[in-house]
């Protein structure tokens, strides 16, 4: 059993930054991939970024490429996505989820994760 925690969402300015966490409980938490998903308001939940339980490999949406980095730290179950030069676009809740398989390359489907966090919002002012 997997729980997760999103924090350091925020309202920011368009071209700012924000780095969001995701803090899991559970013994085994090395054990999984993570990734972040985004959903805005009368819109589906999106992918944003995931990376491989070793930490090794990690995978973007075309939207975000060069702009986020998903980053892990198995010493205090955390997972972090840094996010720079946001655009109004960016606005969303922000999930992060857990799961100990992918049935793609990249991690981008939501069906594959066990574990979501609650959500945190995330606005960008233009």
């Known amino acids: 059993q997997v729980q997760l925690v999103e924090s350091g969402g925020g309202l920011v300015q368009a071209g700012g930054s924000l780095r969001l966490s995701c803090a899991a409980s559970g013994r085994t938490f090395s054990s999984y991939a993570m990734g972040w998903f985004r959903q805005a308001p009368g819109k589906e939940r999106e992918f944003v970024a995931a990376?491989?339980?070793?930490?090794?490999?990690?995978y973007y949406a075309d939207s975000v490429k060069g702009r986020c980095t998903i980053s892990g730290n198995n010493a205090n179950n955390t997972v972090y996505l840094q996010m720079n030069s946001l655009k109004a676009e960016d606005t969303a809740v922000y999930y992060c989820?857990?799961?100990?398989?992918?049935?793609?390359?990249?991690?981008?489907?939501?069906?594959?994760?066990?574990?979501w966090g609650q959500g945190t919002q995330v606005t960008v002012s233009s």
């Open positions: 989820a857990a799961t100990q398989g992918w049935t793609s390359y990249t991690g981008n489907r939501k069906n594959d994760y066990n574990y």
């Open positions: 990376i491989t339980s070793s930490g090794r490999s990690t």
